[in-house]
């Protein structure tokens, strides 16, 4: 938390509501709105569809004074990506009305947190806007339902598949999303609680945590939440919140320690200089370890020398993509290209002689994790001492190819 300024106490405050469709992002506001003892509010509620039901049930049990406050909707489309122009705009003129104590904001269900943030943060040159000489991003919520968590985040379905994308070019799957959701925001709501047992809610707050250290995480019936805890709460910090996720946490422990156990979670980090057989990588993905909810990365595969490649897994999802060109695969002219010069490039702390930044770094977040296992079985999918004498070409990649 951070201690305000004069100047900064004079920006009109703003907590944004993320949260997948249906897990109680309404509720919540309606239920803040009837309780937020005189504060006068401006609602900004987008949804994707062109019928902002949400508004309507805002306009209808939120109790917003006609006179003193105001709803806006913004209906078609996404705060986060298509709408984010009009989102600017329109908070920029409720912040200059300087008639509101507060701005509330309901994102769509398949909104993303983080372009939401960097609409307040950052300078938009092409409109003329800086809501940050306006405002003051204070808390950035991410609502789970405690009912349908494991359900959306042990599914392959994307948001197509269930008619929920955004447009075309929509390919996000359901559960990278709700990762995303969980692994930026300040307070993390699990609502829901009434349909959930103790039992199943202490395993979900436990694998929350390890998705999002971080947060202040809330469990909520009905969407009842005490207002200060979503209200005025200075949270919100833009660098932090971006550093929040559990993975990026673990990459950057300087000491590592090897089980968190203040939740039950444990996390640790497989740094390897060897690279992957591909067919040998592609057999462990296939029998990944269940107790792992969440990994992230970069490999090492023998048969994409030059490329690093990108590794996220959430529940059930496992993406990879191409990362990038490893630097030590870079030719004299491009390093000169790139860096101003073949001999002085930027080298990690790790640079090995023969091998450069070639790396394979994985961090592994789950509950009951056996490490020594999942590290001996990465292992063997290592290249054997034979093998990396051999030519590396000739093995068999079955892996995906990248554009
Ligand atoms: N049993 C139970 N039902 C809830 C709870 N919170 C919300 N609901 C119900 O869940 C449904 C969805 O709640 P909303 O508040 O509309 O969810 P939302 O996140 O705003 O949904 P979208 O706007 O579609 O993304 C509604 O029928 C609510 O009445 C809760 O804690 N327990």
Known sequence: MSVLTKEEERKIPVTVLSGYLGAGKTTILNHVLNNREGLKVAVIVNDLSEVNIDAELVRDGGGLSRTDEKLVEMSNGCICCTLRDDLLQEVERLAREKRFDYILIESTGIGEPLPVAQTFTYVDEEQGIDLSQLTRLDCMVTVVDAYHFWQDFNT???LRDRNQDAGE??????????TDQVEFCDVLIINKCDMVSED??????TALRGLQPRARIIRTSHGIVDPKDILNTHLFDFEEASRSAGWIQELQKDHHTPETEEYGISSFVYLRK???????????????PKEVVRSKGIM?????????????????????????????????????LYFGSEHDFPKSPDWDDEWGDRVTKLVMIGVGLDREKITRSLDEALLTEAEMRSNWRLFNDPLPKFQ
Do not use: C
């Open 274 to 288: 060897i690279p992957f057989h591909p067919e040998r990588l592609l057999r462990w993905l296939g029998s990944w």
């Open 169 to 178: 070019g929509d390919t996000r799957g359901v559960v990278h999303l709700l």
């Open 200 to 205: 199943e809610l202490e395993k979900l707050e």
């Open 156 to 158: 392959r379905e994307t």
């Open 300 to 336: 090492w595969v023998a048969t994409r020398n030059s490329m690093a490649i990108s590794f996220s897994q959430a529940g059930v999802s496992r993406q990879l993509s191409p990362a990038g060109l490893w630097v030590a695969a870079l030719t004299a002219e491009e390093k000169r």
